[in-house]
């Protein structure tokens, strides 16, 4: 009997022994495949769609290892475009501009619903319309990126010269040059200064772009060469953001509890703060079509770009989006 039984340990030892090798081999197997993905700005919570969908693993479970790198929007577009990155995050006014210089840059996934600047003043200025803002002055962070499209699309949609208001290239100083008065309005993330200003205990008043114009706004961007040679991986990679996308706007609390652990320099003090900007960022990111995007807000951005002189030629705006990766 005891020959038998240490017969035994030795059967099942060598089966679990096997059992271990096997499933080793079958985890070297399945390397995951790496991927470069350019985002915008410094590791912030935005983001928290991109670290819900590493750090729940939904990456990791359609084969992508996704490295996150930070930078410039416009360089990250261009190295998509020229197949140096695999992909980028980018707002479509970027997809149109850099279609109209001949980037084969295409973008497949749609993550903001509404333009997410807007106008933002204390409340006491009374200026609620952007009709308010003739004969004041404007602070603007720099003529270039989301702040001046932005800019440019209100008063394109408000129909309002811009001859009659006073422009100030105040850099990121929004808000100082709010409460000091260098500015009487002042461009900024509806996330963002509002937010902060209000917890500070300065009422506001919000001019949203997208209450003027349907521009199309951030969203997830890849070359074509890609989409021609490895359709399944774009694909795989488009559903997995898209996942962690739906995950922060259903979660806001768990979601912003994994965000958190991929930004170290947030602290608990600015947390109550940051939490409040991930609900606005959720408010702006609800969609009856998640991921989808609306030929026609491709058609009024294209629109109201060439009127403007941004864009110098016309664009086929079905050659900007696709929405053949979103669905199963």
Not at 115 to 126: I, N
Not at 128 to 152: C, E, Q, R
């Amino acid at each position: 009997m005891k020959i038998k039984w240490f017969t035994n340990i030795l059967m099942v030892s060598f089966v679990l022994f096997a059992m271990v090798n096997v499933s080793q081999v079958f985890a070297e197997d399945q390397d995951l495949r790496k991927v470069r993905l350019g985002t915008g700005f410094i590791p912030n919570i935005q983001f928290a769609p991109l670290y819900i969908a590493q750090k729940k693993g939904f990456y990791a479970e359609n084969g992508l290892d996704v490295q996150i790198e930070y930078g410039y929007e416009n360089d990250f577009v261009a190295l998509a475009a020229q197949g140096e990155r695999e992909f980028s995050i980018a707002s479509g006014d970027q997809i149109i501009l850099a279609r109209g210089q001949g980037l084969p840059i295409t973008y497949v996934l749609k993550w903001y619903e509404r333009f997410p600047v807007a106008l933002v003043s204390e409340a006491s200025k009374g200026i609620k319309t952007p009709k308010d803002l003739i004969g004041k002055t404007v602070g603007l962070p720099g003529f270039y990126g989301a702040s001046f499209i932005g800019w440019k699309a209100l008063l394109f949609g408000a129909g309002i010269d811009e001859k009659d208001i006073t422009v100030k290239n105040i850099g990121f100083t929004q808000i100082a040059a709010l409460q000091q008065g260098i500015v009487d309005v002042a461009m900024g993330y509806i996330a963002n200064e509002p937010i902060v200003m209000e917890s500070q205990g300065t009422p506001v008043n919000v001019i949203e772009v997208s209450d003027y114009i349907n521009l199309v706004s951030n969203g997830l961007a890849v070359g074509d060469r890609l989409i021609k040679k490895e359709p399944e991986l774009v694909k795989k990679m488009v559903q997995a953001t898209l996942k962690g996308l739906l995950f922060m706007i259903e979660n806001p609390e768990a979601g912003f509890e994994i965000a958190r652990t991929a930004i170290p320099e947030l602290t608990d003090a600015q947390a109550a703060v940051q939490l409040e900007v991930l609900k606005v960022t959720v408010g702006l990111c609800r969609s009856n079509n998640p991921g989808y995007s609306s030929e026609k807000a491709w058609q009024e951005s294209v629109d109201f770009m060439l009127k403007t002189g941004m864009l110098k030629k016309k664009l086929n705006v079905n050659k900007l989006f696709t929405n053949q990766f979103i669905g199963k």
